[in-house]
């Protein structure tokens, strides 16, 4: 079978870091590319910036909370496009957190975005692909969701309950012919992670998002870990006994 190739994609979060990277280099192989975002100003740049390549890009602004709009989105840009062969959900935020602090509107939000909006628009793209027996759908999760790590908490719970939700719809959706990917960043270069102190072997957004399309246009991988080399540090994390996590920063 030959890898699937992408024509009509939509990508969810696409003003900056890995989503805006996704956006570029579907467009610079010819691919029309629905990009969503909060903030319209970022993804008319990207629009601008993209207007001499082989694609082409059609630009909303949605906030991911608002998932009642959702519907009517999907159908709109869908309709745009001519169809969707690709799917990817890339918002995220990772809110900063003291290690005393118990913020539950801070934490909400975090569920609101990196989960909430994930099921609101994967749930759009699953029902369109189980519909038409194919698709690749895409969740950027993260490493961080392997793990209950002490520093966030809820961001790491959010990335986890992402993590169980795209398996139940790779199951779910396996017998239709689509295809569900789950990709889990170890650190990357992104405005989402510039208030860390210290990145930790981190890669840049380009690299992270060209790993991202080489692991959807194939079909090795159910989890891809970006780059490869967190899925040893994710085993070595996970085989680590609880009363010795607790003590870790990691």
């Not at 961080?144 to 002490?150: E, F, I, Q, S, V």
């Not at 990335?159 to 239709?176: F, I, M, P, T, V």
């Not at 992270?208 to 692991?215: D, F, T």
Request: proline share 4%.
């Amino acid at each position: 079978m030959q890898p699937p190739r992408f024509s009509r994609a939509l990508v969810v979060g696409a003003s900056s870091g890995i989503g805006a990277e996704l956006v570029r280099q579907l467009v610079q192989k010819g691919a029309h590319v629905a990009a969503v975002a909060r903030r319209k100003s970022e993804l008319d740049a990207l629009a601008h910036s993209l207007a001499g390549a082989q694609g082409k890009v059609i630009v909303r602004a949605h906030d991911v909370t608002d998932v009642g709009d959702v519907p009517l989105a999907f159908e709109e840009l869908v309709r745009a496009l001519g169809g969707l062969d690709l799917f990817i959900y890339a918002a995220g935020v990772m809110t900063p957190v003291g290690p005393e602090e118990y913020d539950t509107e801070k934490d909400l939000m975090m569920l609101d975005v990196n989960l909430g909006g994930c099921v609101a628009w994967g749930n759009a793209a699953a029902r369109l692909f189980h519909t038409q027996r194919s698709g690749t759908l895409v969740g950027i999760g993260s490493i961080a969701g392997d793990r209950g790590r002490k520093g966030a908490p809820v961001y790491g719970a959010s990335k986890a309950g992402q993590d169980h939700y795209l398996e139940s719809l790779r199951n779910r959706l396996a017998e239709r012919n689509v295809r569900v990917l789950t990709i889990k960043p170890g650190t990357v270069e992104t405005p989402m992670t510039e208030h860390l102190e210290k990145l930790v072997m981190p890669v840049n957004a380009e690299r992270a998002a060209r790993e991202i399309l080489g692991a959807a246009r194939g079909r090795l991988w159910n989890v891809r870990y970006v780059p490869l080399r967190w899925l040893a540090v994710s085993r070595v994390i996970r085989a680590i006994p609880s009363f010795l996590f607790r003590r870790t920063n990691v």
